[in-house]
Structures are given as structure tokens and as C-alpha cells.
């Protein structure tokens, strides 16, 4: 029997879990619940129901694994808990200094339903931190470095389109090549804000808007750009949709360590990701990940984990035997 | 109370352990098997007693792990199976093609001893393994790569030191450039062997030997050279100890994988080592999982284990409330 999926909330994340899904086939969407008209909601499956959020409670047996698609910033630290008191879920929780706060509150909500819930499932957090984890406990004496992009940065390109005179923005943060290699080269570089990443904004101006005016507040713009060297490049419209319209990401996570008796042999780990898209592959990790978590409730695990508290076999289809002889 | 870690055998891999357990906190060394003669085996750290590896048995409920630091072709086959009858083990069997033999073996006997033993744990196998399995199960439509190097590779190195007239030699397997940079771009490329990797080896002659004759030996020597591209290098003794006598290695591991509805998103995940030392890399990656082994004993889990049946976490001293506050 295929693990049945719910998805909450259909926007790219949604659509991307969708695509994921079907991709996998020890899988099948069973349901996509959203808090609009679900009569406006057209998914890409034939034949599964599209139900408002209210109606949730009715599928309480009906589904193995809940994925949720809202945002981090309002959505998630309140459907998590409560989505997880029916279904096992599984977020992209992805703010980072409040992921403490929202595991508990999870695991609250998770172990009083007798559910198993995982938070905080994607690339970062998620793979980029499986990456420090397993670096950190091989290499204790070390330095840690990330860096992301190049990349569509979605708050730095709102914050562009706030200023007035601006009609559409787009951010891409870039990492700096130098301070790259620096770190490759076991160099162990103390680097600034400055010396890790670079702003490119892409800008069309509403019509009369002044230019100069506004490339001056976007690079004296306090926390989003004050810090960084930025490149503002004015386009038109057209440019932007054929151009900037895409959701690329991608990023690198260091470890450079030493070991030996003075510590005289080093040793740089690198993991690099180059994304075409974003939430697509936000959605495959999220997909496997829901494969572990019904694998753990299964087994009786009850409340809230992270990608920390997986085997790595769990994500898998294949055998313990099949993995060990190809895998392996 | 410290984790009181045992060694077998105090070659490269065994002084690798020793210098990891050292700098591992919640550890300590409690003694090094030896099948030499325990006189005549100088370890660094003062007060731990160096013993006969046949009175083993003697040592059952004095140390909580025992590292394995023989070698794949005929030391771990028999060791390690022996050795979780007693105690529990930790191995880097590395002879991908025997895993499910020697996982079998090693099963059977951990088992009857009531231990946990955890096999062919290092870099390859080991930590490549896992990146094969994470980006696997995330992007399931992809194509894998696995390049190594720049690094000595030992097996090569002795075939050129057995042709007459060779009185030393050091071979480097070197990925070719051209080709990590095809499958970076997302070209998805089909690559020969000659293609993947150069086979660089510096070549210490005897006297009166006839270097030309010695190079084609090697160019054309079948499994090891034929199908590669080889450059050979006539040093003196002199250069070859200056210079050669390092164990440097490292490699790649690449996915390149596509989502979307017609599979027209395109995603590279690289994982990539360079490493100053591969025997004290090795052995760092042995003592994090040894960490494991005692927390799944302690868990009450039994039999054979693999780097894909560890969560994370397990590798780390630090508390599930640290790892996702720090790491997450």
C-alpha cells in the first residue's frame, strides 16, 4: 500500500510537493487542503480532492503524512502544532533563531496526539545542516563556513520594492569568489559580511521615478544592504519577466579542520548546491523526509524530530540489502 | 564517565585512532591490541597499556568499543567477526564489492555476542556512501558521479614497484578537470574511464634499469593502466622521500538530478573532500561513529550496523537541544 500524502496550502511549495509525489512511486496524494475557495484551486492531478483547511479534522485516518507548504513567518508556527495533533506532519520551518521555540511547540502538540512531526526539512536548514553536523563530529577542530547563492533572495527583493519609485525587484545574492577559494585553499579566512557575499538587484522603475535616488536607498538601506557591496542594474519590464522571472538557488557549506598530534594536517569538506529551482527542491526533500517520518511512526516514535534524528537509510525505498550493495 | 575506546592493530590507522580518541572529550584509549610484539609497539599516549591481541578476551567488559584498524583484503574479514563475538566493533572495511558478505558475517556474530558492529565506515565507503543515499532519495530522476583524488592510490602504487627494475613508486589518481566541470555545468555527460580520472606516478628506478621499457610496462600494464590516460615521472631517491611520502587524498560525489512536470528543472548536489591525511581523516570518521555504536548499544540495538542506520545526531556530543540550536 502507497503512503498516503496531504498537502496544506497550494502555492509553489504545494505545486512542488505535488511534483515530488508523483515522482515517487511508493507514494499517492491523497488530498490538497487550502484556506481558499477550492473551486479556484487547480492542481495538476486528476482526481484528488481539493478541500478548504476547515475540513481537515475529516481525514484524520485517511492520510500517513501531512506535508506543510505555508511560510515560516506567520503560517507554520501555528498549523504545525495544530495540524499536529491529527496527522503526522512534516514543515520547512525555516527561521532559524526561532527553531527551539517551535520545536517544543511542536513536540507538545505531536506527542499529546500521538503523532511523529518533523520541522525544519530542506536545504537550510536541513541538508546544509545535516552537512555541519556530520563535519563538526568528524572534524572538532575546525571552522564552519556558508555561503549561499548565487541566488533569489524573496526579503531582499521585497525590501527593494518597497521603496517608493520602485515597480518590481528582484535580489540575487552572490557569493564572493575570493573568499571561496580562500576557504578551498585552507586558508581559514576571518571574513566580514562584506568579503562573503556580494547584491545584484535587478530594478524597474514606475514611470518619473529618479534613479539615482533610488539606487541610493537601496545601497544605504540598513541590515538588508549597508553591509554588502551592490550592484543595481535599471530594466524594463520586459527584461524583467523574460529574465528575472526564475527561482534559482543554491549555495556551499565548509568545514576546514586539522587533525594530527599538533594538528599539523588539514582537511577541507565541501557540500555545494546549484538549484534551477528553488522550491522543487525545497518539495524532493520534504518528500523524502515524509517517507522517514511514516517509517518512524510506524516503528512507535511519537513526537517532534529533525533531519538530525534520521537514519539515512529511512529516506530510501530500496532494502537495507539493496542500499548496502549499491549504495554502500 | 568516558567511552573507553580500544584499538586493534597500530599501523597508519591505528596512530590516526589514537590521535582522534585524544581529541575527542568524552572519550579516552584503554588499550591497543597488538599482534606484534607489545614491546616493540611505541604508542603516544603515556599510561595505555599495549597487549598481545590474543588475550583480547581477557579485556570484554573493560572497553565499551573496539576499533578495527586492520586491512580490507585479510585482516577485517576474519577480525571483525571474531572480535563482535566479544565486543562491540567498529570496522573500515572498504572492498565495496564484498559489503554484503562481510555484513553478513559480521551480522551473525554480533548478534550471537549480543554487540553492535558497525561496518566499512570511513570516507569511501563511508561518508561518500551517505551522499550517494541522501541526494538518491531526494532527486530520484539523476545521474551519479564519483570522482577521487587528487590522492595516492595504494594498490596502484605496488603494481608499479612489482615491475622489475622499479625500486619505488607513488602513483596519484587525478580526476580530470574537464570532466567535473561538464557534470557541475549540468551537462549530464557519459564519461569513459579514460576520461574521469589521469594516473600520475613518480617512478624510482634501479640501477641499470631501462626506463623506457618501464613506462610501457606500466602504460600498458591491464585493469590498473591500459585505460587510462598515464604520465610517468623518473625521480631519484632523494626527490621521491622529499616530496612522495605524503597521504594526501580526497575526491568527489556528484547528483545531478531534474524535477518538475517535465523534468525540465535541473539540480547538482556536490559533496567534495580534500584531505591533507587520509589515514587521520579516516580514523576521525571511525571515532565520531564509534560515538554512535555505544549510543545504539546502549539503546538496546543489536547486530550489524552501517553509516545509513545512524541518525546524525548520534555522532555528537552535544545534546539534541545544542545540535538545533547551533547546527540546525
Not at 9 to 34: H, Q
Not at 176 to 192: I, Q, S
Not at 251 to 279: A, M
Amino acid at each position: 500500500m502507497k503512503t498516503r500524502i496531504g498537502i496544506l496550502g497550494y502555492g509553489n511549495l504545494g505545486r512542488g510537493t505535488e511534483i515530488a509525489v508523483a515522482a515517487a512511486e511508493d507514494m499517492e496524494l491523497a488530498v490538497v487542503f487550502t484556506r481558499r475557495d477550492p473551486s479556484a484551486v487547480k492542481i495538476l492531478t486528476e482526481g484528488v480532492p481539493v478541500v478548504k483547511a476547515e475540513e481537515m479534522a475529516d481525514w484524520a485516518d485517511k492520510i500517513d503524512v501531512l506535508i506543510l507548504c505555508g511560510g515560516s513567518a506567520t503560517d507554520l508556527p501555528v498549523q504545525t502544532p495544530q495540524c499536529a495533533a491529527l496527522f503526522n506532519v512534516i514543515d520547512s520551518f525555516d527561521t532559524h533563531a526561532r527553531i527551539p521555540e517551535h520545536f517544543a511547540n511542536v513536540d507538545q502538540a505531536a506527542k499529546a496526539g500521538g503523532h511523529v512531526a518533523m520541522i525544519s526539512v530542506g536545504w537550510d536548514p536541513g541538508l546544509f545542516s545535516l552537512n555541519r553536523v556530520y563535519a563538526n563530529a568528524i572534524l572538532p577542530n575546525g571552522k564552519d563556513y556558508t555561503f549561499w547563492g548565487k541566488g533569489v533572495s524573496q526579503g531582499h527583493s521585497d525590501a527593494v520594492r518597497r521603496i517608493p519609485g520602485v515597480k518590481n525587484a528582484k535580489q540575487y545574492t552572490i557569493p564572493v569568489e575570493k573568499a571561496l577559494e580562500a576557504v578551498r585553499n585552507g586558508e581559514d579566512p576571518e571574513l566580514t559580511t562584506r568579503e562573503k557575499h556580494l547584491r545584484e538587484c535587478f530594478v524597474v522603475l514606475e514611470e518619473g521615478a529618479d534613479a539615482a535616488e533610488v539606487e541610493q536607498q537601496i545601497k544605504e538601506m540598513p541590515n538588508y544592504f549597508v553591509d554588502y557591496n551592490t550592484i543595481v542594474h535599471f530594466i524594463n519590464e520586459e527584461e524583467f519577466q523574460a529574465n528575472h522571472s526564475g527561482m534559482a538557488h543554491g549555495g556551499f557549506v565548509f568545514r576546514s579542520g586539522k587533525t594530527g598530534v599538533n594538528l599539523e594536517n588539514s582537511h577541507i569538506i565541501e557540500y555545494r548546491l546549484t538549484l534551477d529551482s528553488n522550491p522543487e527542491f525545497t518539495t524532493s526533500v520534504l518528500v523524502a523526509y515524509a517517507r522517514a517520518v511514516k517509517r518512524m511512526f510506524d516503528e512507535g516514535q511519537r513526537g517532534c524530530k529533525t533531519v538530525l534524528d534520521v537514519p539515512p537509510a529511512y529516506l530510501c525505498t530500496q532494502s537495507g540489502d539493496e542500499l548496502r550493495a549499491h549504495f554502500l
